[in-house]
């Protein structure tokens, strides 16, 4: 069974930095695609961040010169690293990791079970 467990959320002022970790757990032997998406209350969920495993990313413009995604493929693990927040940044964030090859199988858009983050002004 693969899970992805987040840390790193909580809450900051405005022009402040949080960092977010996600681990994948389980018998992996590679993962194509982990990224961050984020929800805000009435909103749809949206894509912040994705990084392959050959460390191509994609940024959302919203984030971008602001946020960094990072791995380690090694430890099945990725970041984002979120500077310059703003109060619209506030929502909750979720991990993905796609076409995740374990054990068993190949597991299709696995998700985290978020990690609030709260930006005041």
């Known amino acids: 069974q693969v899970q992805l467990v987040e840390s790193g959320g909580g809450l900051v002022q405005a022009g402040g930095s949080l960092r977010l970790s996600c681990a994948a757990s389980?018998?992996?032997?590679?993962?194509?695609?982990m990224g961050w998406y984020r929800q805000a209350p009435g909103k749809q969920r949206e894509l912040v961040a994705s990084?392959?495993?050959?460390?191509?990313?994609r940024y959302a413009n919203s984030v971008k010169g602001r946020f960094t995604i990072s791995r380690d493929n090694a430890k099945n693990t990725v970041y984002l690293q979120m500077n310059s927040l703003k109060p619209e940044d506030t929502a909750v964030y979720y991990c993905?990791?796609?076409?995740?090859?374990?054990?068993?199988?190949?597991?299709?858009?696995?998700w985290g079970q978020g990690t609030q983050v709260t930006v005041s002004s």
């Open positions: 993905n990791a796609d076409e995740v090859v374990h054990l068993s199988g190949t597991d299709s858009n696995r």
């Open positions: 389980g018998l992996i032997f590679s993962i194509n695609v």
């Open positions: 990084i392959t495993r050959g460390g191509s990313t």
